[in-house]
Each structure stands twice: as structure tokens, then as C-alpha cells.
């Protein structure tokens, strides 16, 4: 008798979250078609296998294959469709990766000793533009922290 | 971190050139399977600029500056070798010594 539709939710169950090895990932039976184990599955391999399972296919005592868990996860209807998201981690870099430019040196650019680097945003920058009005508020600041005024913290 | 209204001149000024930054296609981005690592730069190194910026920065401006900015009386002092852009008051800010530069500053302005 072939199987049925009904069958599935046992076979699926098997897709479930290692207790072991890589966190975040699942394990399914291997396929029958040629897959091998231990080689992770993108999602097309992933529908091949639930296309296999809905044919009766399920080859269990095959082993097993980690899918990782970029696979995405299965919907009830047993399809990949969980696409997963693209998360951004800003990082800041690390100051000993910043060399500072020699002025003597062929093919630098530097700013001149006794030239702060404020000074230098408020002179290449349009004075009407965004940054330059920025850079000569951040230099009034500067000013008047260094002098201890109203607007030192 | 603190709200925008709250931000320090430096603070918003540092957030705006790590934009024009990341704009110009500059950040480094480290793309692994679920994330992306944006590796900002630390604009002001003690009272120093980074030096990939001030280079954003003198190209931007050197392709807005106009022939009269160059030569006598001029704000920007261009040999083949080096070039000096200076203050309004006529002091040394900026020493450029990359010939690509210069040289494209140049073929501009003839």
C-alpha cells in the first residue's frame, strides 16, 4: 500500500534539532538519491528529500545528514521556506590597524604637524555643507571644553 | 548609545564621515552566512584623522577646487612632487604626496 500524505508528520518529526555535535543545526535521514552523509543540504536538496519521503522513500537506517541551520527550517507543509535573516554586527577597528601617514613619505597624505584632525574636515569640507558645519561646531567644543567653559561637561 | 539630539558635534560628525565612508564604498565587510561584520573606522585617532578619510577627503575636495584655488594666491600649492593645500591664512594643512593625486589634480585644471 502506498504511503500517504499522513504518514508524513512521523517522518518529518525526525528533522528536529541535534542534542549533539554543531548548535543550531538538524539532522534528517539521508536520502536514498545520492546524497552523502554528513554533507550539509541547501534547500533544493531539502525539498528532494520531502518529495522522497511523500513517495515512500524515507531511508532512515541509512544514516543521517546534517543540514545546517542556514538551511532554513520546514514549514507544515514540508517545504523550506524559512529564508533565514541577515543580521549586522558593526565592529569597531582597531586603532593599531591605523597607521599614521608619514607627510615625508612618497604617496602619503597627512595633515601638517600642529594641524588637528578637526581642522583639517573643517577646511577640506564646503562650509555650507553638513560636515562642515559639524566640523566647526565640533571645533567650537573642543574650544570650550579646553577652556573649561559653559559647555565642558 | 546615546539619542541623536543628544550627540555631541564630534559625535554626529564622526557618524556622518563614517556614512560618506561607507558610502564611497570603502567599509570593509566581512559577509559570513547569517551576518555581516561591517568593520567601521575610528575616524579620530587622538586629535589625528584616519588616513583613508583625509584621503576621501582631499579627493572629494580637490575635484570640486577650481583653477584659481591653484597657483599665486591660490589655497592649493601643486608641484609634480607634492602638493599643500593650505588654510585661508595661508598655513600648511594638508601635504599630499600620492603622484596619482597630483597628477589626475592636474590634468584637471589644464
Known amino acids: ?153 | 548609545m546615546p539619542p541623536e539630539e543628544e550627540k555631541s558635534a564630534l559625535e554626529k560628525l564622526e557618524a556622518k564621515l563614517k556614512e560618506l565612508w561607507q558610502g564611497n564604498g570603502q567599509a570593509s565587510i566581512i559577509s559570513a552566512r547569517h551576518t555581516e561584520f561591517v568593520i567601521e573606522p575610528k575616524v579620530f585617532i587622538g586629535d589625528k584623522l584616519h588616513p583613508e578619510i583625509l584621503k576621501l577627503l582631499v579627493t572629494g575636495y580637490l575635484a570640486n577646487a577650481a583653477v584659481q584655488d591653484s597657483g599665486c594666491g591660490g589655497n592649493i600649492e601643486v608641484t609634480p612632487d607634492k602638493m599643500t593645500i593650505k588654510t585661508p591664512k595661508g598655513k600648511s594643512a594638508v601635504i599630499v604626496r600620492d603622484k596619482q593625486i597630483i597628477e589626475q589634480y592636474l590634468a584637471q585644471q589644464s
Open chain 1, 1 to 153: 500500500m502506498p504511503p500517504t500524505i499522513t504518514q508524513q508528520p512521523s517522518l518529518i518529526q525526525s528533522i528536529r534539532p541535534q542534542t549533539t555535535g554543531r548548535p543550531g543545526s538538524a539532522q534528517i535521514p539521508e536520502l536514498a538519491s545520492g546524497v552523502s552523509p554528513n554533507i550539509p543540504l541547501n534547500s533544493g536538496q531539502v525539498r528532494r528529500y520531502i518529495e522522497e519521503v511523500k513517495r515512500g522513500r524515507d531511508s532512515t537506517q541509512n544514516g543521517f545528514t546534517t543540514i545546517p541551520a542556514t538551511a532554513g527550517r520546514l514549514n507544515p507543509n514540508g517545504v523550506n521556506s524559512a529564508t533565514p535573516e541577515i543580521q549586522r554586527t558593526t565592529l569597531q577597528e582597531p586603532v593599531t590597524r591605523v597607521a599614521a601617514a608619514d607627510p615625508s613619505q612618497v604617496g602619503s597624505i597627512s595633515v601638517a604637524p600642529g594641524v588637528s584632525g578637526l581642522v583639517a574636515v573643517a577646511l577640506l569640507c564646503d562650509s555650507n555643507s553638513e560636515l562642515g558645519t559639524l566640523a566647526r561646531a565640533a571645533i567650537q567644543e573642543q574650544r570650550a571644553l579646553s577652556q573649561g567653559g559653559p559647555n565642558a561637561a
